[in-house]
C-alpha cells in the first residue's frame, strides 16, 4: 500500500490543507462549549438576554465559520483522493495492457476487473477518510481532554479513567473485528464474481436453462456474506451500549462532582455544563475513529492488492529484449534442441549476430541449406516446445517445421491438440519453453513487440469488436488507412455486402462486442481488420468456422490472389478449409502426426485421414 501513496505527491498541497482545515474546524467546535458556559454563568446568572443574544450570535458564527471550514476541507480531500485514485486507475490500466497472454491467465479478467474497479474505489474512500479524520478525531480527544483540566483538574481525572477506558472498549472491538472484516471483504468479492459471470455469461445461462442452479448459487455465496456481517455486526454492537454504560456512568460522576463543587462554590453551573459537552464530544470523536479504522484496513488491503498487481512484471517487455541474458553466457532455451543439447548455427557461436539463421544436423541442415538458396523461410519452428504456466505437461512438443514467403500452411488436429497454441506462439502471445520461432531468420524474442505483431495479422477463434463504428473498428489494422484500402480489405475478406447492408455503411455503429452484427459477420470484419495493415503473416485461428462453404472458399482464393503474397496459416477442423494449403500440419495431442499436401497426408498420415474420411466419405 506504502508504493501507492507516490501517486498522491501531485496533490501535496491538498493533502496538507484538507487535515489543516478540519483541525480549524475541530478548533471552532471545542470553543462551543466555553461559549455555553459563559451563556450558563454570565447571561442566565444575570438574567442578561442582550448577553445571552450575543453568545447566541457568538455561537452561530463558530458554526458557520466551521461549517466554511469542514467544506474546504471536504473539497481538498476530494480533490486529493480522486486524482489519486485516477492516477492509480490510470497507471493500473497502462500496466495490464503491457501483459502477456501468461500474466492475464495467471490472474483473470475478473480479478482485474475487481482490481481496477471495486479495489480502487475502496481505496480512493479510504484516501478521502484519512486525510478529513485521521487528525481530527484524536485532535478532539485530545483537545476535550486538556479543555476539562483547564476548567477543573479535578473532575477532568475522571475524563483520565473514562477516556483510556472507552479507548480499551472500542479498539478491543475493533482488534476482534477487523480480521473479520476482512473475511467480509473476501466474501463480497466472491458475492462480486458469481455476478460478474453471471451477467457475462448470461446467454450461456438461458441457452442452458441454468437459471435455478445459478440463482441457488448467488444465494449461497449471499447467504455466507451475510451470515459473516451478521457476526461482526452483533460484536460491534456490543461496542455502543458499553460505551454509553461508560459514558453515562462518567456524566453521571461529573454531575454529582460537579454538583458537589458547585455547592462549595468552586465550580459554576456552566463549567459542569461544558464538562459534560466535552465528554459526549470524545465519545462521538473515538467512535468515528474506530469506524475510520475499519475504513483504513479494508483500503490498505485493498491498496496491497492493487499493488501487487503493479509488481507483477511482464514476461513479454516491449522492447523485445528477451535474449540478452544468452549472449557470451549460457545458453537459454531458445538455442536448445528438444533433448537439451546446443542448435548449431550456420555460422559463428549463439549470439554472435541476431540476423543468423538457425541451422540444424542431418536432414534439417539440408532442408535450410536448399531453403536458404530460395530465400530465409518466413517463418520457422525449430524444435518448439510449449508448457503453460501451472499446467502439468507440454502443450506442444518438438514442432518443427518451416515455411516459405507466400505459402498457404493449413494446421487441423482434433480439439485441444495444440493449434491455437502453436500459431500463438508466431505473434509471441505466448513465448516457447524450449526450442526457437523464427520470423525471417530472426527469433521472434528479439524483434520489438510492436514491430513483430505488425508484421503479423491474427485473426482469433472469437471474434470481437469494439463499441464505436465500423471504420474505427478496421482502423485497428492501420490507423491512417484511406477508404479505399478499406474497402479493399472488406472485399477479401468477404465483409463489404456487411458495411454495405448497414446504414452510414463504414460509419455505422458496432455496439458492445459487436452484438449487433452475426457471429459470420463478426468473423468477416475481424479478417478485414487484420487485412487493413497488409500483414507479412495472416494467421486465420478457425475464423471462418461461420462461414457458409461458398463464402469460405472465396475468401481463401482473394487471400491467395492478395498483393504482397502473405504467408497464411489456416487453422481449422475442416479438411476442406485447409486441403489446397501448400503444406498441411496435422496435430496430435501437441505433437506433429504429419506434414505435407493434402494427398501426401492422405497416403502417410492416419490421423489426417481419419479427419477427412469423417467429414468427406461417409457423407
Ligand atoms: N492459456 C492456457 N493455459 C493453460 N493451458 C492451456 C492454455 N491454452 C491452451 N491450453 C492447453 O493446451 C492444449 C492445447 O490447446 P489449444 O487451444 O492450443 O488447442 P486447439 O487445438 O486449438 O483446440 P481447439 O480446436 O479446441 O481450439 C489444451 O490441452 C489446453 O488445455
Same mark, same amino acid.
Given at each position: 500500500?506504502?508504493?501507492?501513496?507516490?501517486?498522491? !505527491?501531485?496533490?501535496?498541497?491538498? +493533502?496538507?490543507?484538507?487535515?489543516?482545515?478540519?483541525?480549524?474546524?475541530?478548533?471552532?467546535?471545542?470553543?462551543?462549549?466555553?461559549?455555553?458556559?459563559?451563556?450558563?454563568?454570565?447571561?442566565?446568572?444575570?438574567?442578561?438576554?442582550?448577553?445571552?443574544?450575543?453568545?447566541?450570535?457568538?455561537?452561530?458564527?463558530?458554526?458557520?465559520?466551521?461549517?466554511?471550514?469542514?467544506?474546504?476541507?471536504?473539497?481538498?480531500?476530494? !480533490?486529493?483522493?480522486?486524482?489519486?485514485?485516477?492516477?492509480?486507475?490510470?497507471?493500473?490500466?497502462?500496466?495490464?495492457?503491457?501483459?502477456?497472454?501468461?500474466?492475464?491467465?495467471?490472474?483473470?479478467?475478473?480479478?482485474?476487473?475487481?482490481?481496477?474497479?471495486?479495489?480502487?474505489?475502496?481505496?480512493?474512500?479510504?484516501?478521502?477518510?484519512?486525510?478529513?479524520?485521521?487528525?481530527?478525531?484524536?485532535?478532539?480527544?485530545?483537545?476535550?481532554?486538556?479543555?476539562?483540566?483547564?476548567?477543573?483538574?479535578?473532575?477532568? #481525572?475522571?475524563?483520565?479513567?473514562?477516556?483510556? #477506558?472507552?479507548?480499551?472498549?472500542?479498539?478491543?472491538?475493533?482488534?476482534? &473485528?477487523?480480521?473479520?472484516?476482512?473475511?467480509?471483504?473476501?466474501?463480497?468479492?466472491?458475492?462480486?464474481?458469481?455476478?460478474?459471470?453471471?451477467?457475462?455469461?448470461?446467454?450461456?445461462?438461458?441457452?442452458?436453462?441454468?437459471?435455478?442452479?445459478?440463482?441457488?448459487?448467488?444465494?449461497?455465496?449471499?447467504?455466507?456474506?451475510?451470515?459473516?456481517?451478521?457476526?461482526?455486526?452483533?460484536?460491534?454492537?456490543?461496542?455502543?451500549?458499553?460505551?454509553?454504560?461508560?459514558?453515562?456512568?462518567?456524566?453521571?460522576?461529573?454531575?454529582?462532582?460537579?454538583?458537589?463543587?458547585?455547592?462549595?462554590?468552586?465550580?459554576?453551573?456552566?463549567?459542569?455544563?461544558?464538562?459534560?459537552?466535552?465528554?459526549?464530544?470524545?465519545?462521538?470523536?473515538?467512535? !468515528?475513529?474506530?469506524?475510520?479504522?475499519?475504513?483504513?484496513?479494508?483500503?490498505?488491503?485493498?491498496?496491497?492488492?492493487?499493488? +501487487?498487481?503493479?509488481?507483477?512484471?511482464?514476461?513479454?517487455?516491449?522492447?523485445?529484449?528477451?535474449?540478452?541474458?544468452? /549472449?557470451?553466457?549460457?545458453?537459454?532455451?531458445?538455442?536448445?534442441?528438444?533433448?537439451?543439447?546446443?542448435?548449431?548455427?550456420? *555460422?559463428?557461436?549463439?549470439?554472435? @549476430?541476431?540476423?543468423?539463421?538457425?541451422?540444424?544436423?542431418?536432414?534439417?541442415?539440408?532442408?535450410?541449406?536448399?531453403?536458404?538458396?530460395?530465400?530465409?523461410?518466413?517463418?520457422?519452428?525449430?524444435?518448439?516446445? #510449449?508448457?503453460?504456466?501451472?499446467?502439468?505437461?507440454?502443450?506442444?512438443?518438438?514442432?518443427?517445421? @518451416?515455411?516459405?514467403?507466400?505459402?498457404?500452411?493449413?494446421?487441423?488436429? *482434433?480439439?485441444?491438440?495444440?493449434?491455437? @497454441?502453436?500459431?500463438?506462439?508466431?505473434?509471441?502471445?505466448?513465448? /516457447?519453453?524450449?526450442?526457437?520461432?523464427?520470423?525471417?531468420?530472426?527469433?521472434?524474442?528479439?524483434?520489438?513487440?510492436?514491430?513483430?505483431?505488425? !508484421?503479423?495479422?491474427?485473426?482469433?477463434?472469437?471474434?470481437?469488436?469494439?463499441?464505436?463504428?465500423?471504420?474505427?473498428?478496421?482502423?485497428?489494422?492501420?490507423?491512417?488507412?484511406?477508404?479505399?484500402?478499406?474497402?479493399?480489405?472488406?472485399?477479401?475478406?468477404?465483409?463489404?455486402?456487411?458495411?454495405?447492408?448497414?446504414?452510414?455503411?463504414?460509419?455505422?455503429?458496432?455496439?458492445?462486442?459487436?452484438?449487433?452484427?452475426?457471429?459470420?459477420?463478426?468473423?468477416?470484419?475481424?479478417?478485414?481488420?487484420?487485412?487493413?495493415?497488409?500483414?507479412?503473416?495472416?494467421?486465420?485461428?478457425? &475464423?471462418?468456422?461461420?462461414?457458409?462453404?461458398?463464402?469460405?472458399?472465396?475468401?481463401?482464393?482473394? =487471400?491467395?490472389?492478395?498483393?504482397?503474397?502473405?504467408?497464411?496459416? =489456416?487453422?481449422?477442423?475442416?479438411?476442406? +478449409?485447409?486441403?489446397?494449403?501448400?503444406?498441411?500440419?496435422?496435430?496430435?495431442?501437441?505433437?506433429?502426426?504429419?506434414?505435407?499436401?493434402?494427398?501426401?497426408?492422405?497416403?502417410?498420415?492416419?490421423?489426417?485421414?481419419?479427419?477427412?474420411?469423417?467429414?468427406?466419405?461417409?457423407?
Amino acid at each position: 500500500m506504502k508504493k501507492l501513496l507516490v501517486y498522491l !505527491k501531485d496533490y501535496k498541497k491538498e +493533502s496538507i490543507l484538507a487535515p489543516l482545515f478540519k483541525m480549524l474546524e475541530a478548533s471552532f467546535e471545542l470553543i462551543v462549549p466555553l461559549v455555553v458556559t459563559a451563556m450558563i454563568d454570565v447571561g442566565i446568572a444575570d438574567k442578561n438576554s442582550g448577553y445571552i443574544l450575543k453568545m447566541c450570535l457568538v455561537m452561530v458564527a463558530l458554526g458557520l465559520i466551521g461549517l466554511l471550514c469542514s467544506v474546504t476541507a471536504q473539497y481538498f480531500a476530494a !480533490k486529493a483522493a480522486a486524482g489519486f485514485g485516477t492516477r492509480v486507475r490510470h497507471q493500473l490500466f497502462a500496466h495490464i495492457q503491457s501483459f502477456s497472454f501468461t500474466e492475464i491467465d495467471q490472474e483473470g479478467t475478473a480479478t482485474l476487473i475487481t482490481r481496477m474497479t471495486s479495489d480502487i474505489n475502496q481505496v480512493q474512500s479510504g484516501v478521502n477518510m484519512v486525510l478529513r479524520l485521521f487528525l481530527r478525531s484524536p485532535f478532539i480527544v485530545f483537545g476535550a481532554m486538556v479543555m476539562a483540566f483547564t476548567i477543573d483538574w479535578k473532575a477532568a #481525572l475522571i475524563f483520565a479513567v473514562a477516556i483510556p #477506558l472507552l479507548s480499551l472498549v472500542v479498539f478491543g472491538v475493533m482488534a476482534v &473485528s477487523i480480521p473479520l472484516y476482512r473475511k467480509v471483504q473476501e466474501r463480497l468479492d466472491k458475492v462480486l464474481g458469481i455476478t460478474r459471470e453471471n451477467l457475462t455469461g448470461a446467454r450461456v445461462i438461458r441457452a442452458f436453462h441454468k437459471e435455478e442452479e445459478e440463482k441457488a448459487r448467488f444465494e449461497e455465496g449471499l447467504e455466507s456474506l451475510t451470515s459473516m456481517q451478521n457476526h461482526v455486526g452483533k460484536i460491534s454492537a456490543f461496542m455502543n451500549p458499553v460505551t454509553y454504560v461508560i459514558i453515562n456512568g462518567a456524566t453521571i460522576l461529573l454531575l454529582y462532582t460537579g454538583a458537589v463543587q458547585v455547592d462549595a462554590g468552586s465550580l459554576t453551573q456552566g463549567e459542569v455544563v461544558a464538562l459534560v459537552n466535552y465528554m459526549s464530544q470524545i465519545l462521538v470523536e473515538l467512535i !468515528k475513529l474506530a469506524n475510520l479504522i475499519v475504513t483504513i484496513t479494508k483500503a490498505v488491503a485493498c491498496g496491497n492488492r492493487v499493488e +501487487s498487481i503493479l509488481e507483477i512484471q511482464s514476461s513479454m517487455p516491449a522492447d523485445g529484449n528477451q535474449l540478452e541474458h544468452s /549472449v557470451g553466457g549460457t545458453l537459454s532455451s531458445d538455442f536448445r534442441t528438444a533433448d537439451g543439447s546446443p542448435l548449431e548455427y550456420s *555460422g559463428g557461436e549463439v549470439g554472435d @549476430s541476431t540476423e543468423q539463421s538457425i541451422g540444424e544436423t542431418g536432414n534439417r541442415t539440408e532442408q535450410l541449406e536448399t531453403e536458404n538458396q530460395t530465400g530465409t523461410p518466413a517463418v520457422e519452428f525449430a524444435h518448439v516446445g #510449449l508448457t503453460y504456466q501451472g499446467a502439468g505437461g507440454e502443450s506442444l512438443s518438438d514442432i518443427d517445421f @518451416s515455411v516459405k514467403k507466400g505459402e498457404t500452411i493449413g494446421i487441423i488436429g *482434433g480439439t485441444g491438440s495444440g493449434k491455437t @497454441s502453436l500459431v500463438h506462439l508466431i505473434p509471441r502471445f505466448y513465448d /516457447v519453453t524450449s526450442g526457437a520461432v523464427l520470423l525471417n531468420g530472426r527469433n521472434v524474442r528479439e524483434y520489438p513487440l510492436e514491430e513483430l505483431r505488425q !508484421k503479423v495479422g491474427i485473426v482469433m477463434q472469437r471474434a470481437v469488436l469494439f463499441k464505436g463504428t465500423i471504420r474505427e473498428n478496421l482502423c485497428w489494422g492501420k490507423a491512417d488507412a484511406s477508404e479505399e484500402e478499406l474497402y479493399e480489405a472488406l472485399e477479401i475478406a468477404q465483409a463489404k455486402e456487411v458495411v454495405e447492408g448497414k446504414e452510414g455503411s463504414l460509419n455505422a455503429p458496432v455496439e458492445q462486442g459487436g452484438k449487433n452484427f452475426s457471429g459470420g459477420q463478426r468473423q468477416r470484419l475481424t479478417i478485414a481488420r487484420a487485412l487493413v495493415r497488409k500483414p507479412e503473416i495472416l494467421i486465420l485461428d478457425d &475464423s471462418a468456422s461461420a462461414l457458409d462453404y461458398a463464402t469460405d472458399a472465396k475468401l481463401r482464393k482473394s =487471400i491467395r490472389e492478395m498483393e504482397g503474397s502473405p504467408t497464411v496459416f =489456416i487453422v481449422s477442423q475442416r479438411t476442406s +478449409s485447409i486441403q489446397h494449403a501448400d503444406k498441411i500440419i496435422v496435430l496430435e495431442d501437441g505433437e506433429v502426426a504429419g506434414i505435407g499436401t493434402h494427398q501426401q497426408l492422405l497416403e502417410s498420415c492416419g490421423v489426417y485421414r481419419e479427419i477427412y474420411e469423417s467429414q468427406y466419405k461417409k457423407q
